[in-house]
């Protein structure tokens, strides 16, 4: 048997070279990429974890613009593609939640810190 590509089973919705995806990875990752100049600057002023959290969790959403355009230029496997999005989105969330968890009003870093 003879294995159909991905790109004719999906109706012609392949990714590999598509320009439109392509323009939308590249403005989304120049964002993302502006925002994380941001988050090191404001990091860099408060010199405070938290702030050093939001880096690292806008630094992994631009680590997602990267990967999506290595796919679209064909660079990046659909599957590798697939396992490093998910696996950054779970790590942006796990620290997002992290820092509000851990730097909230009343908990022990706070508690520490007025000592």
Do not use: C, K, N
């Not at 294995?3 to 392949?14: E, F, K, Q």
């Not at 941001?38 to 631009?62: E, F, K, T």
């Not at 599957?79 to 950054?88: A, D, K, R, T």
Request: aromatic share 8%; charged share 10%.
């Amino acid at each position: 048997m003879i294995p159909i590509p991905a790109t004719v089973a999906a109706g012609g919705w392949g990714v590999e070279g598509s320009l439109p995806l392509l323009a939308t990875v590249f403005v989304a990752g120049v964002g993302t990429g502006l925002l994380f100049l941001v988050s090191v600057v404001a990091y860099r002023r408060r010199r405070s974890a938290q702030y050093a959290l939001i880096s690292v969790a806008v630094g992994a959403l631009l680590t997602r613009s990267i990967v999506g355009a290595g796919t679209v230029l064909g660079v990046v496997p659909m599957p590798v593609h697939h396992f490093l999005e998910h696996s950054l989105d779970f790590l942006i969330a796990a620290v997002v939640l992290y820092a509000v968890y851990a730097y909230a009003p009343g908990t022990v870093s706070d508690d520490a810190a007025s000592d």
